[in-house]
């Protein structure tokens, strides 16, 4: 029987999110479904702001970066009125599939759990710190970002004899700085889960100096705290102290900080690269274009099944589904282990 199924994105914008767009449209209407995309994420479900979905609507997505469906960081269990709108205009739909990460899955799950609506979720998010899932697609891609950055950045510290400070996202899981860290190269790698200090960092840039590399790449998440040995205070630093929707402040300077801490302790002239949202923008990664599309066509099975409160997640190489409230039950970081093999190339 003919289902109505409507798709949004929610959150960040993400490289891959129109290649789930494109899966998730053609298996449905291939059923003889039809599609109706949400505008702006959550904020479209509160008012109402739908556009169909169409073989018209997703030619040409595969490479296209953003989502056609536009974004936000919206969420109606913070706005009057905004949860009874969202489960009023749901009854126009059979089926919606949520596209996002922790906190538009969070209100996925919290919709489903609490009043039954007819959810099936897709993990997203550059960070790669969703739980229940080996890999978000969009990681991928900033870690390649990430990786080039360094590898120009090399040739620049190396001819000017300079420490490279390269900061990158991530707000509680330092999962791109880890691997683009380990990819290009860094000889430190700062994350939220295992802050080292200011001085031990110096200490490392000057004994790598001592052995005669004049040049150093330092890489930092935006989410590291700035710690210091003296008391051990950890701040975050942020552009400003409003939070949005999800209760979450804007993150943004660490670099610079960290920076003008190396080149006062150590005396070694260091400069700072902030990648911020280059990251998450432009045409994914072969990869991502993949993992995004196999997890479209997976939640297009999950919604013609009947399957909701479950979410597509990748376990090894097979692409799944799981309950939705595992993908958010927590924070997936980087293990201790893991950051082990970054530490035995510090210095």
């Given at each position: 029987m003919?289902?109505?199924?409507?798709l949004?994105?929610?959150g960040?914008?993400?490289?891959?999110l129109?290649?789930?767009?494109?899966?998730?449209?053609?298996?449905?209407?291939?059923?003889?479904?039809?599609?109706?995309?949400?505008l702006?994420g959550?904020?479209?479900?509160?008012?109402g702001?739908?556009?169909?979905?169409?073989?018209?609507?997703?030619s040409?997505?595969?490479?296209?970066?953003?989502t056609?469906?536009?974004?936000?960081?919206?969420?109606?269990?913070?706005?009057?009125?905004?949860v009874?709108?969202?489960?009023?205009?749901?009854e126009?739909?059979?089926?919606l599939?949520?596209?996002?990460?922790?906190?538009?899955?969070?209100?996925?799950?919290?919709?489903?759990?609490?009043?039954?609506?007819?959810?099936?979720?897709?993990?997203?998010?550059?960070d790669?710190?969703?739980?229940?899932?080996?890999?978000?697609f969009?990681?991928d891609?900033a870690?390649q970002?990430?990786?080039?950055a360094?590898d120009?950045?090399h040739?620049?510290?190396?001819?000017?004899?300079?420490?490279?400070?390269?900061?990158?996202?991530?707000?509680?899981?330092?999962?791109?700085?880890m691997?683009s860290?380990?990819?290009?190269?860094a000889?430190?790698?700062?994350?939220?889960?295992?802050?080292?200090?200011?001085?031990?960092t110096?200490?490392?840039?000057q004994?790598?100096?001592?052995?005669?590399?004049?040049?150093?790449i330092?890489?930092?998440?935006?989410?590291?705290?700035?710690?210091?040995?003296?008391?051990a205070?950890?701040?975050?630093?942020t552009?400003?102290a409003e939070?949005?929707a999800f209760?979450?402040?804007?993150?943004?300077?660490?670099g610079?900080q960290l920076?003008?801490?190396l080149?006062?302790?150590?005396?070694?002239e260091?400069?700072v690269?902030?990648?911020?949202?280059?990251?998450?923008?432009?045409?994914?990664t072969?990869?991502?274009?993949?993992?995004a599309?196999?997890?479209g066509?997976?939640?297009?099975?999950?919604?013609?099944?009947?399957?909701?409160?479950?979410?597509?997640?990748?376990?090894?190489?097979?692409?799944?589904p799981v309950p939705l409230?595992e993908?958010?039950?927590e924070?997936?970081?980087?293990?201790?282990?893991?950051?082990?093999?970054a530490?035995?190339?510090?210095?």
């Open positions: 003919p289902k109505t199924i409507a949004l994105t929610g960040g914008d993400c490289p891959g129109n290649a789930v767009i494109r899966a998730a449209t053609r298996r449905s209407l291939d059923r003889g479904h039809r599609v109706v995309g949400v702006q959550w904020r479209g479900l509160v008012e702001r739908y556009t169909p979905l169409e073989m018209g609507s997703i040409g997505l595969l490479p296209r970066g953003g056609i469906l536009r974004t936000s960081r919206t969420n109606p269990f913070k706005q009057e009125g905004g009874d709108a969202v489960r009023r205009n749901l126009q739909f059979d089926a599939i949520a596209i996002g990460g922790e906190d538009t899955l969070g209100v996925a799950n919290r919709l489903h759990a609490e009043f039954g609506a007819p959810i099936v979720g897709v993990p997203k998010t550059i790669n710190d969703l739980s229940g899932t080996d890999a978000t969009g990681f891609t870690v970002i990430g990786t080039d360094i120009r950045l040739t620049t510290a190396e001819s000017h004899n300079r420490v490279m400070v390269v900061e990158v996202m991530g707000r509680h899981a330092g999962w791109i700085a691997h860290g380990l990819a290009g190269g000889d430190v790698i700062l994350i939220p889960e295992f802050p080292l200090t200011v001085e031990r110096a200490q490392l840039v004994r790598r100096h001592g052995r005669g590399k004049d040049f150093s330092v890489v930092v998440s935006e989410g590291w705290p700035l710690t210091h040995e003296e008391g205070s950890r701040d975050l630093t552009q400003t939070l949005d209760g979450h402040v804007r993150l943004g300077g660490i610079q920076a003008d801490h080149e006062r302790i150590t005396g070694f260091t400069r690269t902030t990648l911020g949202h280059v990251q998450r923008g432009g045409t994914p072969a990869y991502d274009r993949v993992l599309t196999r997890y066509l997976l939640a297009a099975d999950l919604v013609d099944g009947g399957q909701h409160g479950t979410m597509a997640a990748l376990r090894g190489t097979e692409v799944v409230a993908g958010v039950r924070l997936k970081t980087v293990p201790r282990e893991f950051y082990a093999l530490e035995a190339f510090f210095g």
